[in-house]
Every structure is written in C-alpha cells, then in structure tokens.
C-alpha cells in the first residue's frame, strides 16, 4: 500500500508525493507573494519617501525663493532710497554751489567795476583836462577876435530864437553892452530892452557885473546877462543870479532867453491893460530879480541837468547789468556740468541722467 496523506481540512488523501507538491508549491506560492508584496511595498516606500524629499526640496527652493526675493526687495527699496538721497544731496550741492557761485561772481564783479569805474574816472577826468587844454589852445590869438566871434553867436541864437525882436550889435567904441535885445510883439509893440555882454577869459571878474549895470541905466534896460565861459568861484551851478545881473555860459542860453523874455512880454501885456507902465516895469524888475523867479529858473536848470544825467545813467546801468547777468549764468553752467560730470564718475549708471547736460551723440554715415 502506498503512502498516504490526508488532508485535514477536506479529508481528501493523496499520495505523499502529489501532496507534498503541492505543499511545496503552496509554500513557494506564497513566498513569491510576500516577495512581490514586499518589494511593492518597499517600492511604494521608496516613491513615498522620493516624492517627500521632492517636496522638501520644492519646498526649501521656494523658501530660498522667497528670501531672495524678500533680499532683492529689500535691496531695491535700499536703492531706491539711495536714488532719492543722492537726488536730495546732489539738489543741496547744485544749490548751495549756486550761492557760492553768485556770491562769488557778484564779489568780483563789484571789485572789478570798482576797479573799472575808478579807471573810467581817472581816464575821463585826464581827457576833460585835455580837452580843455587843447581847446584853449586853438582859441589862442587875439582877445578881440574871439570877443568879436563870441558876440556873432549870441546874436545868431537871439535872432534864430526871436525872429520879431530887434537885435543889435553894439559897436567898437560905443558905450554899452556886446548885445542889444528889443523884445517886440507880432505887432511891433516893445516890452523892453535886455543888454547882453560876452565875456571869453580865463578868469571871473567882478567889475564886469558894475560895468554892466551902469550899461543897463545908460541904456533903460530892464535886464542884463552875462555869458562867461568861466562863473564866479561861488557858482556851484551854470546859471545864476547877483546883484540883479544874470550870469549864464552859452550851454544855457537858449532857457534863460526863452524865460527872460517871456517875463518882459508878460508884464507889458499886463502894462497895456493897466497903463501903469511905471509900476509894471517896477515889477517886472523885481520879479525877474527876485528869489522866486531865481528858484524857478535853477529849478529848471536842475530838472535839465538831471535828466540829462539819468539819460547817461541808464545807457550805462543797462549795459553793465546785461554784461553783469551774462557772465553769472556761463559761471553757474560752467559749475553744474562740472559737479554733474564729477557725479556721473561716482554714481555712473545710477545717476539720472539730464538731456540738456549730456554731449550729443555722434552720427556716423
């Protein structure tokens, strides 16, 4: 009888043979399953623990990620703050270089005109003396001659100015002043007399003042004017009053004329309506002589002289302050390219750049 195995779950016999195969078989069944399921496992442990890592490494990126970009922010925000900071000091510098620059400019050029004006004066002053000397140079020569000229020309203004009054040489020898004029109306009425006499010397003489006024009562004149190319030492300005007898150079002539004669025609208007001749020439003689028509008289010379001084002024003022302003803005260019060219070295890129203080670029065809 051969060997048999009974199987104690189902009572089934079989052969030992068969069974133990199948036992074998079983076994190594089963074994090849924990295998397999053990390397699955083992796999699944393997990806689970790689996707982990994986994650792990995302995961450190993205905080690296985040540190850069919270470091680059932080970084621009510093730059940006540079930016401005630079801004903020390179606006003091160019300010305060401004200031320096006119202060300087001004300070210089307040010496330099200084300087420039005092050799202007200096100059102007030497070319006066100069020119006076020449001038009484060439009127050298015979003392009558130039009196005789001098004479022509009084009476050449008088007649261009008053055309309807007589005037009349006195002539050598007679008693009496160089020039007589006979204020006439329109209609030939006379207003009365004004005696001139031209004097071309060196020096001021009182007697000429007394030798006139004994020519004014020989002649029934109501005024008299000398016209000197030298005033009293006293005369502070070029038209003035004493003793009754006007003293005027020939600059100032033609106002004093005007308003002279103008006076004589008034009062012998005035005259002829009241027929008072006596009383009006009374009058007229203490008007023209007296200290309110005196202070009109320079107060229309002063008027004069100042405006033809401001004329002067001005010309001068105007071209000294366009020159002045000139020159301050090539300083204050010249002071900003320089700091902006020195910055660009320091700051390069970073620095804005400013169009109008770049060169321009060069074309090439």
């Known amino acids: 009888m051969k060997n048999t195995i009974k199987c104690p779950k189902c009572g089934h016999e079989f052969p030992a043979s068969e069974g133990l195969m199948s036992h074998l078989k079983e076994e190594a069944s089963l074994e090849i399953e924990k295998k397999v399921r053990a390397e699955i496992e083992s796999e699944k442990n393997l990806e689970l623990q790689d996707l982990k890592k994986t994650l792990q490494e995302k995961d450190q990126k993205i905080d690296e990620f985040r540190d850069k970009e919270l470091e680059l922010r932080e970084k621009s925000r510093k730059l940006e703050e540079k930016e401005k900071d630079l801004e903020l000091e390179t606006q003091r510098r160019i300010d305060e270089e401004k200031k320096k620059i006119e202060e300087d400019t001004a300070k210089r050029l307040i010496d330099e005109h200084h300087l420039k004006d005092l050799e202007k004066d200096k100059k102007i002053s030497d070319m006066e003396k100069l020119v006076e000397e020449l001038k009484r140079k060439s009127q050298q020569g015979s003392m009558q001659t130039q009196g005789e000229v001098g004479e022509l ?3 050449k203004i008088l007649r261009d100015l008053f055309p309807t009054d007589e005037i009349s040489e006195v002539k050598k020898g ?14 030939g009425t006379e207003c ?3 005696l001139w006499e031209r004097k071309r010397t060196k020096a001021w003489q009182e007697e000429w003042i007394k030798k006139l006024k004994e020519d004014m009562r020989r002649d029934k004149a109501l005024l008299g004017v000398i016209v ?3 005033l009293p030492k006293d005369f502070k300005k070029e038209i003035g009053e004493r003793n009754g007898i006007w003293i005027v ?3 100032f002539v033609e106002p004093l004329a005007k308003l002279l004669r103008q006076n004589l025609y008034d009062v012998a208007k005035g005259k002829a309506i ?4 006596q009383g009006k020439a009374e009058e007229l003689y203490d008007f023209v002589t007296g200290q309110e028509f005196i202070q009109q008289v320079e107060r229309m010379v002063e008027i004069y002289l100042e405006m ?3 004329i002067t002024k001005e010309r001068v003022l105007s071209e000294k302050l366009w020159k002045q302003r000139e020159m301050q803005v090539d300083g204050l260019l010249k002071g900003i390219s320089g700091m902006y060219g020195g910055m660009q070295l320091i700051a390069g890129t970073a620095l804005p750049q400013v169009k109008s203080l770049e060169a321009p670029e060069e074309k090439w065809e």
């Open 153 to 155: 020309e009084l009476e």
């Open 174 to 187: 007679e008693l009496g002043g160089d020039v007589r004029q006979l204020v006439k109306t329109q209609r």
């Open 192 to 194: 009365g007399l004004i």
């Open 228 to 230: 000197t190319d030298v």
């Open 249 to 251: 150079t020939t600059g």
């Open 274 to 277: 009241t027929l008072n001749k």
């Open 308 to 310: 033809r001084s401001q």
